[in-house]
């Protein structure tokens, strides 16, 4: 069964510092690969995504990934943090080969942004 | 408002009763999910569905869980004779499929059963 891995379940960077959250999945075959943001009580609202074509991507909010094959890696960036960026961070994948698409999600990586 | 919308947004039951969500996707979105997120957790896949059919469920989702999509709009989910290990949030999501990967997630239904 695929698996995701987020290293660091707290992250802690200064305002203004490069914001730098870990994903490793664990498939041989690529997924298809997310990261979603999470307010707190609220629901997941997607960043960017990666399915095929270029492996830098960018997303909303100035952040972007990269996908590296050979790492089995989806990692998320951002060159200068932001008060508002302190959230839960989510980094999901679906299976190209299954119909129904349903995400398998790490678990989360909460980034702490201090003044 | 054009997104996912989920009713209601905090429900606190007693242990077995039941309880009954409802989402309504995105108009166009063929597609329904529904997810569960324990705290502190990513969330989990419990089922989903392509227009009113069920096409695949979760071993999370027990017997005394059951959803329905009639007519391929909006969904609900019931939990019966509710235990404590269910208290969590309860995501729904919607895509078009064959267009896009793209799942637009609702605001959740945070559950407690006390």
């Known amino acids: 069964a695929q698996s995701v891995t987020q290293l660091g379940s707290h992250v802690s960077v200064s305002e203004g510092a490069l914001v730098l959250l870990r994903c490793n999945y664990s498939?041989?075959?690529?997924?298809?690969l997310f990261w979603y943001v999470q307010y707190p009580n609220q629901g997941l609202q997607l960043l960017l995504k990666?399915?095929?074509?270029?492996?830098l991507v960018k997303g909303i909010n100035g952040f972007e990934a990269e996908f590296k094959k050979s790492e089995t890696s989806f990692h998320l960036t951002k060159p200068s943090a932001h008060m508002s960026d302190a959230a839960e961070y989510f980094c999901a994948v679906s299976d190209r080969g299954n119909a129904g698409n349903m995400l398998t999600f790490g678990g989360g990586t909460r980034l702490m942004v201090k003044p | 408002d054009t997104g996912v919308s989920q009713d209601p947004r905090h429900k606190i039951t007693k242990r077995g009763q039941n309880v009954t969500f409802r989402c309504d996707p995105i108009?166009?979105?063929?597609?329904l999910y529904w997810y569960r997120q324990t705290l502190g957790q990513g969330p989990e896949f419990l089922t989903y569905f392509q227009n009113e059919a069920q096409l695949e469920k979760s071993r999370l989702l027990s017997d005394r869980f059951s959803a329905e999509r009639p007519k391929g709009s909006f969904s609900t989910l019931e939990i019966q004779r509710t235990e404590q290990g269910d208290s969590a949030m309860y995501l729904c999501a919607s895509m078009l499929a064959g267009v896009t990967y793209e799942q637009y997630f609702g605001p959740g239904t945070r559950l407690t059963v006390t």
């Open positions: 108009s166009e979105h063929n597609r």
């Open positions: 498939s041989s075959v690529p997924p298809y």
């Open positions: 990666y399915t095929t074509g270029a492996t």
